[in-house]
């Protein structure tokens, strides 16, 4: 990871990054609860995330458009653009004004997936092949370090000045980071003129994972765990309180244990990827998951601490897997359209499982669906597994099994010639 970072013009990028990322963690949360003061509401609050992700619906259009510009410019425009988006936020008031948080989030989400998008055309271009799992690691671990604090300093400065004050962070924090890559020189060429009628150009990201086995296979996989991920959103205020008979504050505390884990995991992340490819790496991440879920069934508090380490590692594997086997299975002219419609097809189920998890801990015994959210994604990671090889690590050939090293006898006894 220290070798991407020697990079100048990745160094840049990532100071970037450390501020849009920044803006980030402490808006999402702190969006809910203006909505939940607002309103009183628990479910209107719970639906400002559900806008956020609702735009996940149009990702193979942005991944179009974002296809037809170079990245650079393109990435401080749409920047400069989400700080400009949350400037309706100095107009709320009370609850009549809630509509326009919603509409900010929505918009919000629509930015994210534009913004991420091109992020990873961007750092395909910067970084040679041999250092994307580094780049996305360091950028993983930054983002897992910020959910650390970030919320929690959210929520703490909108208690203590109200929104404006959030508002204002965040569109600083975008503007920084505009600022800051408008001073990246890239050499890029213009994107190549459409050769296609415009439906056809809109789902060549979706034909083009459909059609490479190792993203196919890692999107399925994934896709089949995030199914049921979702559901240790609800769950573990369960564990909390019926499991643990704690406040629910302390849900607070396993979320930092959880990010410790993340930061283990983004570190840890490149060198897992260089020792056994991409779609290893995501079948890693996917199946951690599982025991750490199936830990969480039995309520112990040094159990459950070791779990969440273990599910906070998981993560940084599956993002780093993923994002660097689609940054290197995916040509440069599909790659706006490839990371959103993947972006989609993993936030998608997610989102789901989130909203069945709130519904289903009301009806089953939260133990019950612990152990159901272990079963299917050990299996799921154990699915990925099997197919690791169609993304052999660094150096070794696709469809190439690793090179082993030869026994002493074998340099002494003569064999046929291999080409």
Known sequence: ??????????????????????????????????????TGSDGLAGATIFAI??????????????DRYRRRPFFVAANLGTAMLLTPLFAVRDRADVWIIYVVAALYGLSYLTLSATLSGLIRQLVPSELLADANGALQTVRQGLRLGGP??????????????????AMVGFVTAAAVVGL????????????????????????????EP?????????GLGSLVMGFSESLIFAYVDQGLDRDAAFVGVLVTVQGVGGLVGGLLSPAVVRRIGEVGALAAGVTFFGPAALALAWPDLRLGVLALLLAGVSLPLTMVGLATLIQRRTPPRLLGRVAAASEALVSGP???SIGAGALLVGVFDYRLLFVLVGVVTTAAGAWLWRGRRLSPPLGTPAGVPSPRRPHPAEHLTPGPTRL
């Open 350 to 352: 997610q989102a789901c």
């Open 214 to 222: 190792a993203l196919r296979r890692a999107l399925l996989g994934y």
């Open 184 to 211: 990246l020189r890239v050499a890029e060429a213009e994107p190549a003129a459409a050769t296609l009628r415009w439906p056809a150009e809109l789902g060549a990201g979706l034909r083009h994972l459909a059609g």
């Open 152 to 169: 929690l300093a959210g929520a703490a400065l909108y208690a203590a000045v109200g929104g404006w004050l959030l508002t204002t962070l």
């Open 53 to 66: 992700i609702a735009p996940m619906t149009l990702a193979p259009l942005v991944g179009w458009v974002v």
């Open 1 to 38: 990871m220290r070798t991407v970072l020697r990079r100048p013009d990745f160094r840049l990028l990532f100071g970037a990054l450390l501020a849009s990322m920044a803006a980030e963690s402490i808006l999402l949360l702190a969006l809910a609860i203006w909505v939940k003061d607002l």
